[in-house]
């Protein structure tokens, strides 16, 4: 090797070299970002993780669902591990996913695919608030195994992991593949041997047809989905019913029960209703439609069991039947099945007078000093009261107080702080009312005479009555007859029925019916036409043997307070004046 | 040559300008602050610190967590329209890691605190020649039972949880830690209460530092109740009566005076230890509470209408207790950080009440439960008719017991544990002590709960939850599992 003297011969490569690094660095690309977001997507998500979920992948990428399932988008997916595949494999007999057909396993993909967010948060006891892309529902639940508690899939698998939030969704992992519903509500009674009565009873009165039509076959959608109340041949033997001619014997009063009219018919049509309701929807509303036209069931939930058509009625309580719940909320193609634990039929009723005190509300009647004369008025908030709404303020439960006498039933009132069409005051106030048998009723709304309220529209389930009532209108006075105060000169308790007036309390000679005026105990009262008394607000079509909607609308405007002691619910055809009601609780029967 | 010597000489002025003008400038100390090694050096600094841990409870949002840990998951509070989304989940039984509430990090703040109370505070001894070696014991002693009472908390509401025993003063310090099992937590905390009580002053000359700041008593009233949820009855009793035979505390009259001198006066002759909070420090009930503003939480029915059953006869009969303390009949509102007496309320800027930790009636009813677990049923009695005496309890609420009635007696005491310290963030760790005794022998008491609470979608959901117990402790907050890699989640939460 020749010694290297001269500077010239090193410094060419040298230089050649270093031009080159900084020719190659100087080249380099710079990295720009394309995506908006670096956040992974459900697809590639799932592709990370192999040894989990290979199988749904290859799923996807089958069924081409891969595609938009890592696009953008708002989705809950549920995805099965590769273990609950395997075992689902193994029960349909295949080797691969790759040996079901594509068909399938896009019914397979949609029925685990929601387009929708829906956290583990908002799993309840029912059905989540969107259907799967297949079309059905999934329920979502809780079960213990060994003291462990994890949350149920559609009853079929067990929540793995929750709450995985990817780019364009949600994945909750579960063990378990799910598998919808095959059968529609006819052929999944008939099914069950449990069910045979029940089963025929449907066939013989042709609602096996209507509950075996698949909602892709209806183009009307409010007859797509149904909830039967299924009642079992145990539940009916307990009742005496030992098989379905025992049943036809005890209901059908026609002996034709496919006829809309016969009671055997209505019988069944009872036991179902318009409509998808898993239990939550149930318990959530006090009653429900049936295919009985006239005729609803009503609901109460007491702690944790449900009772249908547990009710007071004319003063008397009339226990309910409970649901299973376990063996409830079984989804069918058309619809959702529940179980009764006691069977349940139409009651037979007749319009019955309802004189209901408005005060009469669970909330209230829970207080301590419901009906006690005291110092301090409850007061609620609009929605406080689950039967009683109005717009805005505080509403009082009172108790007449001593020094200021008023005769209402009980002593007891409800109080509302303004009736009046002014934007910023309460303009309506809505009350639910007490079980009303179909038939059509007078209405008459017992109050204390105060300063608001001076025009009022009354509607009865959003229709109108006809007249406009004056809360504040001061009647002619009363007048001291012997020891009672009563109608004035001319006017009788007739003339002023005439006019839609009547005074609730009071009216007879007897010690033990009679008021007592209320700063002399020596003198009694039967009229108080300036202070308190009842109006007529109209008479209403009751339709349908329900809790319904009366409805109060300010039409007038100034200041002043309301107070309600009664509703009066009067069959048309009956004694509008008779009984009254006493302050102290008596109720006065007509002489 | 010269030129040179000239270069050399200017050249090194300038190193020399240069080095020494950068002293400063390199010395890189906060100006706002003291750093730790110029803080330990007096008395007043170790004074100070041991403050600083008291300060901290009242740093929001440790008393509104404590409250809500012991109430919102059990059965008195109501829903209004002002409840956040997640105490609705945690009524709901709907809990998840990524839940505010179940943030632990307020109360490991007092805990570092406390930490560092007890790490440096020994060094002022060197330092302060006027320090003596009984005060600083006092003042470790009432940082060790701070910090037991807040693992207590921790223990009781996350279960399992990381045990820090050391500060954490620089980035060198281990801050990674794995969760200890409750069982070492609660032992832990025994043994620092055991330290504690026999270093902490039983009198500090001041009533309201008598009640504000720890006592050997204080202490005392802690281990009584740590050894319950060990079922120690036996180191119970005996911590319990320490405090009753110290002869400092006793039960407040319970007249028209009662609420206002425990609650709105504070630091009444009942009160053992109670976060004292002032003016400038108000408590956060108030908007939690008033009816005057879109408060969240209103009193339950079951607890107006069922555990303070109010006499229908006789309307002037009523529990001193009920209406006008523990909330309002009329408008539901829960009273007792609102009033100033039955009837008056706090103004907004006045909600300074006090936060109680422990009241001489729960001692005894710490004993009564402790005497019952032993068998000694009828002195259990004995003393709930003590308490339901003086709060001129309603006889619809007495409950006739035989005194072999275990379970019986259990549920007594924890009606009347409802009634006597209702909204004192007790009621959800009374009904898990006693619920999980024996292998969870009375799990009813805590299934029973979500039927009164639940919404009712979520009802059924909720009980099966609490079957896995699990599930009775909280989550740890997604962003300590992330920042602390040796934590483990809660296996229900997994």
């Known amino acids: 090797m020749e010694k290297m003297s001269s500077p010239k011969n090193w410094l060419a490569p040298l230089v050649g070299v270093l031009l080159l690094i900084i020719t190659f660095t100087s080249c380099q690309k710079e990295e720009f970002d394309i995506y908006t977001t670096s956040d992974v997507n459900i697809s590639e998500y799932l592709q990370k993780d192999p040894a ?19 696009g953008y988008g708002t989705y809950t997916v549920f995805v099965p591990t590769n273990t609950a595949i395997e075992a689902y494999l193994k029960e349909q007999g295949k080797a691969s996913v790759s040996d079901i057909s594509i068909p399938e396993l896009e019914e397979l993909v949609k029925f685990h695919l929601i387009r929708d967010t829906i956290p583990s948060r908002e799993f309840n006891d029912g059905k989540l608030r969107t259907a799967t892309m297949f079309g059905q529902y999934i329920i979502t639940g809780a079960q213990n195994n060994d003291g462990n508690t994890k949350r149920l899939i559609n009853r079929q698998a067990l929540l793995e992991q929750a709450d995985i939030r990817v780019g364009n969704g949600i994945i909750h992992v579960i063990d378990n593949v799910l598998k919808p519903s095959r059968q529609t509500l006819a052929q999944m009674i008939e099914a069950n041997p449990e069910y045979s009565v029940f089963s025929q009873a449907l066939k013989e009165t042709g609602y096996y047809e209507y509950l075996n039509i698949l909602p892709k076959d209806l183009s009307d959608s409010s007859k797509m989905f149904h909830t039967v109340m299924v009642e079992s041949n145990t539940v009916l033997k307990a009742a005496g ?33 318009p409509g998808l309701k898993y239990l939550p929807e149930i318990f959530k509303a006090t009653s429900h439609n049936t295919l009985s036209p006239l005729d609803v069931i009503t609901i109460k939930l007491n702690g944790t069991t449900i009772l249908v058509n547990d009710d007071s009625f004319n003063g008397k309580h009339e226990p309910g039947s409970e649901i299973k719940r376990e063996s409830s909320d079984i989804t069918a193609v058309n619809g959702v099945l529940h179980t009764m634990k006691d069977p349940y039929a139409i009651k037979v009723r007749f319009p019955i007078a309802v004189f209901w005190e408005v005060t009469d509300q669970p909330e209230i009647t829970k207080l301590a000093n419901f009906r006690k004369m005291n110092t301090s008025s409850p007061k609620f908030k609009p929605g406080d009261l689950q039967d009683v709404n ?38 309506w106030i809505e009350f639910k009312t007490p079980l009303l048998v179909k038939g059509r009723y007078k209405v008459w709304i017992s109050f204390i005479r105060r300063k608001g309220g001076g025009g009022v529209l009354v509607s009865f389930n959003g229709k109108p009555l006809p007249r406009i009532l004056k809360f504040n209108e001061q009647l002619a006075g009363m007048r001291l007859v012997g020891d009672t105060y009563t109608y004035p000169e001319g006017v009788t308790p007739e ?8 005074s609730p309390f009071g009216g007879r000679p007897e010690p033990e019916y009679r008021v007592p005026f209320y700063n002399n105990p020596e003198l009694f009262i039967e009229y108080h036409g300036s202070q308190n008394y009842a109006l007529l607000a109209g008479t209403i079509d009751v339709e349908k043997t329900d809790r319904h909607v009366l409805r109060m609308d300010a039409v007038w405007e100034g200041s002043g307070d309301v107070q309600f002691d009664m509703i009066h619910f009067i069959p048309e055809g009956e004694d509008q004046l008779w009984p009254k009601f006493n302050p102290d609780g008596t109720i006065v029967p007509k002489p | 040559m010269t030129r040179n010597t000239t270069y050399i000489l200017v050249l090194s002025a300038l190193l020399l300008l240069t080095t020494t003008s950068c002293d400063k400038y390199l010395d890189l100390k906060p100006k706002d602050g003291v750093v730790r090694q110029e803080f330990w050096q007096t008395k007043e600094q170790v004074a100070a610190a041991v403050n600083g841990c008291y300060a901290s409870l009242l740093a929001p949002p440790l008393v509104e967590n404590l409250f809500l840990w012991g109430e919102l998951r059990a059965d008195m509070l109501e829903a209004r329209s002002g409840i956040r989304r997640q105490e609705l989940d945690i009524i709901n039984v709907n809990i998840e890691s990524t839940n505010p509430l179940s943030n632990w990090a307020a109360v490991y703040t007092t805990i570092n605190y406390c930490n560092n109370v007890i790490k440096f505070a020994p060094e002022v001894l060197r ?35 990381p045990l820090k025993l050391e500060p954490t003063a620089s980035d060198k310090d281990e801050v990674q830690l794995p969760k200890s099992s409750q069982q070492d937590v609660l ?132 529990d001193i207790r009920g209406d006008g303390a523990a909330f309002k009949l009329n408008d539901g509102s829960i009273w007792k950080y609102l009033g100033v007496n039955s009837g008056t309320a706090r103004s907004s800027a006045a909600s300074y009440g006090n936060f109680m930790v422990y009241r001489y009636a729960d001692i005894l009813l710490m004993k009564a439960e402790a005497l019952n677990e032993l068998g000694q049923g009828q002195e259990a009695l004995d003393i709930i008719e003590i308490i339901r005496t003086r709060a001129n309890a309603l006889p619809e609420t007495a409950q006739v017991v035989e005194p072999d009635d275990k379970n019986g007696i259990t549920d007594y005491i924890l009606a009347e544990r409802a009634r006597e310290f209702a909204y004192e963030g007790k009621r959800w760790y ?44 909280l989550p740890v907050y997604f962003y300590e599992l992330a920042t602390n890699k040796k934590l483990v989640q809660n296996p229900f939460y997994q």
Request: net charge neutral; proline share 2%.
């Open chain 1, 241 to 273: 019913i030992n098989s379905f001619n025992d049943l036809k014997a005890k209901y059908s009063n026609t002996g034709d029960p496919k006829s809309a009219s016969d009671s055997l018919n209505l019988y069944v049509g009872y036991h179902i209703l």
């Open chain 2, 127 to 161: 330092n302060d020649n006027t320090f003596t070696q009984a005060a600083l014991n006092g003042y470790i002693g009432e940082a060790m039972a701070l910090r037991a009472l807040m693992y207590f908390y921790l223990a009781r509401t996350f279960g399992d949880v």
């Open chain 2, 430 to 473: 009374d009904l898990l002590r006693n619920a999980r005794r024996n292998n969870y022998e009375r799990s009813d008491l805590l299934l029973n709960i979500v039927a009164n609470t639940a919404q009712l979608e979520f009802q059924q959901s909720a009980i099966t939850k609490l079957r896995d117990k699990n599930s009775h402790y």
């Open chain 1, 52 to 70: 989990t979920f290979s199988h749904f992948s290859k799923i996807l990428s089958l069924t081409k669902a891969e595609g938009s399932l890592g």
């Open chain 1, 495 to 502: 003339s002023l029925e005439a006019l839609g007036i009547k």
């Open chain 2, 187 to 318: 032992n832990q905390v025994v043994t620092d209460l055991k330290q504690a009580e026999q270093y902490v002053q039983t009198n500090y000359g001041k009533n309201e530092l008598n009640k504000g700041r720890i006592t050997k008593y204080a202490v005392n009233a802690m281990l009584a109740d740590v050894y319950l949820w060990q079922n120690d009855y036996q180191s119970s009793i005996a911590e319990c009566n320490k405090v009753i035979n110290s002869g400092q505390y006793g039960l407040v009259v319970g007249d028209n005076n009662w609420f206002p001198t425990i609650f709105y006066e504070g630091g009444s002759s009942e009160s053992i230890f109670e976060v004292y909070f002032n003016i400038n420090r108000l408590n956060p009930f108030y908007s939690m509470f008033s009816p005057s503003v879109s408060r969240r939480f209103g009193a339950s029915l079951l607890a107006r209408e069922e555990i303070f059953a109010s006499n229908p006869e006789e309307i002037i009969e009523k």
């Open chain 1, 390 to 427: 109005w717009q805005m303020g505080d509403v009082q439960y009172r108790v007449a107080p001593e020094a200021r006498q008023f005769y209402v039933y009980h002593n007891d009132y409800l109080f509302f702080p303004a009736l009046r069409t002014n934007v910023a005051a309460n303009s």
